[in-house]
Nanobody, 122 residues
């Protein structure tokens, strides 16, 4: 049974940094895309950053230049480095994986999700 487990969330002041981690119990070679998503209360889940199997990345406009997605294949772990955090970054952050390419794949087509980690920026 494959699981994704996120960690690294917490409370931080505006301008601060956090690094989220997402560790897979088993890495599936069929995953073409892994990504980070977030959902704030009363809002829809939105994509934050994605990482294709070939290493290409994509970011939401709201986080470009502040967030960076990366992966350590040896540790089966996906990261999200978040710098210059803003109160509007406050949300539950989820990692997810899909067998589809990142481009054009909506959140509903990511078949595997973690349980989420809360990020609060004040």
């Amino acid at each position: 049974h494959v699981q994704l487990v996120e960690s690294g969330g917490g409370s931080v002041q505006a301008g601060g940094s956090l690094r989220l981690s997402c560790t897979a119990s088993v890495y599936r070679g069929s995953w073409r895309c892994m990504g980070w998503f977030r959902q704030a209360p009363g809002k829809e889940r939105e994509g934050v950053a994605t990482l294709e199997r070939d290493g290409s990345t994509s970011y939401a406009d709201s986080v470009k230049g502040r967030f960076a997605i990366s992966k350590d294949n040896g540790k089966n772990t996906l990261y999200l480095q978040m710098n210059a955090l803003k109160p509007e970054d406050t949300a539950m952050y989820y990692c997810a994986a899909t067998g589809f390419w990142c481009a054009g794949t909506p959140p509903r087509d990511f078949g595997l999700w973690g349980q989420g980690t809360q990020v609060t920026v004040s």
